[in-house]
């Protein structure tokens, strides 16, 4: 799992995911009390204008990050 700025924020990075995958997950988070934030890869104008898909980075709690990392690995077979 990637440390970004979690001394300053308190969040870790869990994964980047398309936009409906990554909403999947910071659902299963929130059902078991991580706290956990996305911000788009891309912005807005660009996926529209492109077509590309939406990607979210999906941001965790850094003192719930072990945590996170299994709820990801269930639901996706990998952690990143």
Known sequence: MENVNSQETGFELL?????MWAEMLM?????NDVPCAAVPVHGAGL???????????????ADKAA??????EE?????E
């Open 15 to 19: 994964a980047e995911k398309d936009a």
């Open 27 to 31: 659902q299963a988070l929130k059902d």
């Open 47 to 61: 996926v529209m204008k492109t077509g590309m898909r939406e990607r979210l980075k999906v941001y965790v709690a």
């Open 67 to 72: 945590q996170a990392g299994e709820i990801l």
């Open 75 to 79: 639901l996706f077979g990998v952690t």
